[in-house]
């Protein structure tokens, strides 16, 4: 916090986690909202310096926004790539033999196991966070997506998270249509690194919303997008 005695003129809220990169755990320190009031906004920088002083952490900046994004960058954070298909909704038939899929708690709770399960506990009540589960040919692979915003409206999906790429890929169209039928999204938001294919029908985004990451212990393809203000905070 930025004070002046019993006032606040500005904060910087943060989202701190400790988890497993490797054969070692990493201290990350997602950085979200930065407000200060107008009269003080020369003192700002002290906010983000303060915060950039941490010792022992991975900073992540994933929803920066126009003007921070050069800045973040002469403090050397890293694009991460972000490469974005949009895909529409279609709906599928439900004949045949298709993929079940369950968003109710207690059947993912019951569906998952090992690190998927630790990270469903973690953010089954995260406000930004919807969660599914793909049952497949004696597999499962466990979704998490958040409801984004597009030209005001409402109506997109955003993966953050897929625990099966494989499955994924082979049942995408149903998660799609489902995605359509049960929470009336029309069209899906895809990251290359996230879903890691192109999805089928898909159109590639000209522009895609900056994310972006500091760290000396990290490389890109270990930075996702939990434990953040994407999972914590709706939009």
Known sequence: MLVNGDRVLGVYVAFYSQRRVGDRLENFCNLSAWCVLDAY????????????????????????????????????????????????????????????IVCDPATIEASLEGRDLEIYRDHENAPAAYHLVVLHDGEYCYVVFRRDRRKRLRLFASILHVGNPELFARTARHIYSHLLTRYG???????????????????????????????????????DYLYSELTCVPW
């Open 41 to 100: 906004r020369s003192h700002g920088l002290r906010l983000l310096k303060a915060m950039l002083d941490q010792d022992g952490y991975t900073f992540t900046d994933l929803s920066p926004s126009g003007n921070v994004v050069p800045l973040n960058t002469r403090l050397n954070f890293q694009h991460l790539d972000t490469a974005t298909a949009l895909v529409p909704n279609w709906p599928w038939p439900t004949w045949g033999k298709r993929p079940r």
């Open 185 to 223: 999204i029309v069209a899906t938001l895809a990251e290359d690194r996230v879903v890691h294919s192109r999805p089928r029908f898909s159109l590639p985004l000209h522009s895609s919303r900056p994310k972006m990451f500091r760290s000396n212990r990290v490389s890109p393809s270990q930075v």
